[in-house]
């Protein structure tokens, strides 16, 4: 079983930047989708973005322009560049793995069946 260990979390100033890295202990298959999900107490765990084979990017209309996500096959690592950051972006990030069969990322938690255990991002206005 492939564990995913999210970093790079922390606390900043609104208009600022974070880069989040998740680290997978095996190889994750470049058949699957990876994403990242966010979620703050109390509410679902909210869709931000998600990589298919490093050419697929999608992106949550919320997060589109100020967000950036890619994967280094080599290293195993998917990265979540965020620039432009608000106080509502506030939340507990996960970062997910889920097999796609056509290069669709899925945008439900369902979607995916591999979860890292999280990393708290603070923005302060």
């Known amino acids: 079983q492939v564990q995913l260990v999210e970093s790079g979390g922390g606390s900043v100033q609104a208009g600022g930047s974070l880069r989040l890295s998740c680290a997978a202990s095996g190889y994750v298959y470049s058949s699957y989708c990876m994403g990242w999900f966010r979620q703050v107490p109390g509410k679902e765990r909210e869709w931000v973005a998600s990589i298919y084979s490093g050419a697929y990017k999608y992106y949550a209309d919320s997060v589109k322009g100020r967000f950036f996500i890619s994967r280094d096959n080599a290293k195993n690592t998917l990265y979540l560049q965020m620039n432009g950051l608000k106080p509502e972006d506030t939340a507990m990030y996960y970062c997910?793995?889920?097999?796609?069969?056509?290069?669709?990322?899925?945008?439900?938690?369902?979607?995916?069946?591999?979860w890292g255990q999280g990393t708290q991002v603070t923005v302060s206005s």
């Open positions: 997910a793995a889920g097999y796609s069969s056509d290069g669709n990322c899925g945008r439900r938690p369902d979607d995916y069946n591999m």
